[in-house]
C-alpha cells in the first residue's frame, strides 16, 4: 500500500529522509563508539594501583591521583550535605505551603535562571563571594557548586512530591495532624525517591564541573582528612585531568582519568536509572 | 494547642526562607557582576568596549574591545548549532518514530552517556584527536581554530538536542499521526509534515538549550581554539571566545585589566538570561 | 534504601578520616603560587621539605604575574616569579630574591632539521619578518608561533632578550610551559620557548648563536636567553614561622642538590 501511486516527488522524500535519518543516527552512534574505545582504550592501560594510591612527587618524578579522588570525594559529600536540606526545604515550601502563586513564580523563574548560567560565571562568582573571604580553598568550591546543583535537587524533589497523593495529606489532616507532622510522616518519606535521584544527578554534575573550581578550588594535590582537606585547596579529578592534560602534558595520566570519569558516568546514569525504575514500580503497586 | 500553632509558624516561615534562597542567589549573582562589571565599562567607554577590535590588555598601551570574543562566541554558536541541530533532530525523529524500542533505549543510553561526559575529557580527545586532524586534513600551519572549537560544542549540544526532542515528538499525540496516515501519507511524511511542527516548540526549546550550553562552554572550548584575541575572519585561525577570555587572563590581572574581564562576564550573562527568557516563552507557549 | 545509603555515607566518611589520620601533623604550613616554569624546581624542594619537617607544603601553578599578585594580596607565603621585579613592583612593596637562573629552551619540533638560531633571526621570526622554515634553512613550512599569555614570566624573559615586546605575532598563546612543549611536539612547524628545566625529548632544543643551554653556560651568561627564578615576599611584613623555615632552607647550599637535579643552576 505504501509505494502504490506515490509521485516521484514524494518517494525521492522519502528515500531523502530515511538516508539523512539513518546518516544522523550512524554518526551519532559512531561518535559514542568512539568516544568510548578511544578513552577507555588510551586511559584503562595506565590505570595502576600505584597511580590510584599515592600521591605526586617531584622528587621520585612519579604522579599518582589519589589525592585528587580523595578532594573529589569530599567535595561531593560537602556540597550534598550542604544543598541537599536547601533543596528539599524549598522544594517542600513550594509544593506544601506556598500559597500566593506569583511567590511560585519567581522562585521557579529563579532556579531555572540559576540552571541556565555557565559553569565559568558561577567560578568567577564562587572566587568573588567565597574564595575572597575563605581563600582558595574546597569549601569554597562546594558552596559554589551548593548554588549550581539546587535548582537539580529542587527539580527532582519537586516532582516526587507531586506524586504523593493528595489523599494521604487530606487523610492525614482529617486526623488532626498539624501541618509540619503532616509533611514529616507522609509527605517526606513519599519524595525518598526524588531526593535520591536528585543526588544521583548532582553527583554526575560535581564530578564533571572543572571551570567553577579552578578559581575557588585551586590545583593543590596534598593528601588530607577530610576537614583539613574542605579548608585547603586541592584539585579535583576533573581539574587535574586539565592540569595534568594541559599545563604538564601527562597525557597517560590524564586519559587514565578520563577513563575513570567515564566509568563513573556510565555507573551514575546506570543507577538513576535503576532508582526511577525501582520507585516507579513501588508506586504502580 | 497554642505551642503547636507558634512551631507551625516558625516552621512555615523555615520553609518560606528556604524557598526564597533561590531567589536570594540570583539576586547575589547579578549585583555582584553588575557591581563588579560596570566600573570598567564606564572607564573604557561603552561603544568602544563592546565593538572596539582590539584587545590588547597587558600592551604599553591597553585596549579593550571586546568585538572579537562577541563575534568568536556568536559564529562558534551559530556554527556549533548548524551542525548539531540538524544532526541532533534527524536522530531524534528517527529514535522516536522508526526505531525499534531495543534500539531506541540502548541509543537513548548512550546519548545520557554522551551527556554525562565532562568537559574536559571533550577537550583532551578534540586536543589530542580533532585539532592534529584539522591540521592534516585541511593542510592548515596550526589546528587549534575556530573550527575545532565549533565541532566540539556541536559534539556536546548534541545530547540535550536528542533528548528534548525526543520527549517532545514522542508527546505527539498519536491521534495526529493516525489521521494523516488514513489520509494516505506515508509514515515518513507524516513524521515530517504532521508530527513535528506539532512537536515545533518543545524542539526550539531544545536548540535555544542548545545555544545556551554553547555559548557558555568555557574549559573543553580552551583546550582546543588557540587562544589569541583574534577577530574570527577565518574558520581556521586560532580564537578567544567570551568564556576563554575571562578564565585565561582572570588569575593574573589587575586593575583595570581585571575589571574588564569582570564586564566581559556581564555581558556573558546577559546574553544568556536574554536566551533564557526566549527559552521560556517558548515553553509557556507549549503549555498552553 | 535509606539505611543503606547512610551506612555507605558513614563508611566513606570513616574511611576519609582514616586517610587524613596518616598525614602529618601541621605545625604551620607554606603557600607558594606563580610561575609554571619554576613547578619542578619549587615541587621537589617543597617535597623534600615536607618529608623532613612535616610542615605541609602547596604549590598553585598560576604564572608568574597570578603569583605576584596572590603574595601581595596576601593569599600565600611565597611568591614564584621566573622574571625579575619590575620597579612598580617594588615600590608596592615587594622584595625578591633570587634563587637560580633558567634558561629558557627555544623549542622545535624534533622534525624539524633547524639546529641554531641567532637572538636577531628568533627575534624576526616571532615578529613575523620571517614566516617559512625554508627562509632560514628549514623544510618549505609555515613557521607557527607558540608562546605564553601575557602574564608569564617565560613570555617576559623571552620578549625582554628578544627585543620583541608587545610585537610577537602569536598563533597560540598557552597558558604553561608544559602546554608549550605539548603542542610544539605535535605541531612539524612550531616553534615555541619554554623553561630549560621542562624540556622534554618530545621536542628539541635550539642552539642559540652556537651556545647550547647547558649548567654551565647558564652560569657564565654565554647562553643569553635566560632568567632569574625569583622568590617574591613583601618587604615590611615577616614571614610565618613555618614559611620562613622554607625560605631559609631553600635558599642555603643544602638546597643545591635539588635544585641542580631539577634543571636549573643554583644562585647560592
Redesign the interface.
Known sequence: MLNQSLSKKRKGFEVLMKALMLLSVGLTAALVLFLLIYVLGQGIPNITWELLSTKPSYLTERIGILPDILNTVYIVLATLLIVLPLGVGAAIYLTEYASNKKVVGIIEYAAETLSGIPSIIYGLVGMLLFSNSMGTCLMAGALTLVIMNLPTIMRTTQESLKTVPQSYREGAFGLGAGKWRVVRTVVLPGCVDGVITGCILSVGRILGESAALLFTAGFAHAVNGLIDGLAAPGATLTVALYVYAKEQGEFGVAFAIAAILMVLTVLINFAATLVQKHFAKRRSL | MKKNQLMEKIIHGIFLVLGLITVGCVLLITVYLVISGIPAIREIGLVDFLFGKEWASTASEPKYGILPFILTSVYGTAGAILIGVPIGFMTAVYLSKLASPKVKSVMQSAVSLLAGIPSVVYGLVGMLVLVPGIRKIFNVPDGASLLAAIIVLAIMILPSIIKMSITALDAVPKEYEDASLALGATPIETYFKVSVPAAKSGIAAAVVLGVGRAIGEAMAVMMVAGNVPNMPDSLFQSVRFLTTAVSSEMAYSSGLQRQALFSIALVLFLFIMLINATLNFFLKREKE | ??KM?TMM?VA??AL??L?????TK?TGSVATDGS?SME?VI??L???FQNDTGI?F?????????GI?AVQEG?CDIGLSSRDLKDEEKEAGLTGTVLAYDGIAIIVNPENPVADLSVDTIAKIYTGEITNWSEVGGND????LIGR???SGTRDGFESITDT??ACK??????????V???V???P??IGYASVASV?D?VKALTVDGVAATEATIKDGSYVVQRPFVLVTKSDAELSEAAQKFFDYITSADANE?IAA?GVVSAN
Open positions: 534504601m535509606k545509603i555515607m566513606v566518611l576519609s578520616m586517610a587524613g589520620c596518616g598525614s601541621t609554571t619542578k615541587g621537589a617543597g617535597e623534600a605541609s602547596t604549590y598553585n601553578p598560576t604564572g608568574s604575574g597570578s599578585k593569599r613550512v609555515e613557521i607557527v599569555e601575557a602574564g615586546e608587545d602569536y598563533r597560540q598563546e598557552l597558558t604553561s610551559t608544559g602546554d612543549i605539548t603542542t611536539s605535535q605541531n612547524g612550531a622534554k618530545s635539588i631539577a
